[in-house]
């Protein structure tokens, strides 16, 4: 089956910081990509679509400014947490979709974010 | 908008008896999903029911689909400790198949 990779896949680090998660399709190209949020003992929460080449769509209540996505090429998004606080600590997980109208979203296996 | 709704939250269950976990959700959904999640983890795909009347089976699991109902059910047959895990339905929508996510279950089974 098709395989999405995240790396890290766990950081910690400063509050102030900046913090870079990639997310790669490593079989498929991937034109829509999704990140997620969990907290613990939470279900996932969508945050944005990641569409290739063209600007993320936002969930209502997900600062822009704050998780700044890019999706450079078919294969690699990026979230970018950007002056992490402790209240951004949480594990966070993207998907991806195989081509167009695809009906199965294959999930990374996570990165655990710890902000001090 | 959809809402996605999951009964019960937390199930403890014997090893080798029958349970059934319920997906409620609030409006049409063009597909619905059951995934896994072990602890630290991140998701397992279990099935995707595309129709109502939908039914899939993987070894002790077995997951339906009554799109009239707006209901999804994932039965668990003679448990076994390996099946211990949280269990998340979720129902796509519209054409930028966005996922919402149901409240999660985590079952425990005990020996």
């Known amino acids: 089956g098709a395989v999405v990779s995240q790396h890290p896949s766990r950081v910690i680090c400063k509050s102030g910081t900046s913090v870079k998660i990639e997310c790669r399709s490593l079989d498929f190209q991937a034109t829509t990509m999704f990140w997620y949020r969990q907290f613990p003992k939470q279900s996932l929460m969508l945050m944005a679509t990641s569409n290739e080449g063209s600007k993320a769509t936002y969930e209502q209540g997900v600062e822009k400014d704050k998780f700044l996505i890019n999706h450079a090429s078919l294969t690699l998004s990026t979230l970018t947490v950007t002056s992490a606080h402790p209240e951004d600590s949480s594990f966070y997980i993207c998907?991806?979709?195989?081509?167009?109208?695809?009906?199965?979203?294959?999930f990374g296996p996570g990165t655990r974010l710890l902000v001090l | 908008e959809l809402k996605v709704e999951q009964n019960p939250l937390f199930l403890s269950m014997q090893e080798g008896k029958n349970y059934t976990i319920y997906c409620n959700y609030s409006?049409?959904?063009?597909?619905l999903y059951w995934y896994r999640q072990d602890p630290g983890k991140s998701l397992e795909s279990l099935f995707v029911l595309l129709s109502n009347g939908a039914v899939k089976q993987e070894g002790r699991l077995m997951a339906s689909l009554d799109t009239k109902a707006r209901l999804s059910t994932l039965h668990i047959t003679a448990a076994v400790h390996d099946l211990s895990a949280t269990y998340f339905c979720a129902g796509l929508t519209g054409t930028a198949s966005k996922l919402t996510f149901g409240t999660g279950t985590r079952l425990q089974v005990t020996l």
């Open positions: 409006t049409t959904s063009d597909r």
């Open positions: 998907s991806a979709i195989a081509g167009a109208g695809g009906e199965t979203q294959y």
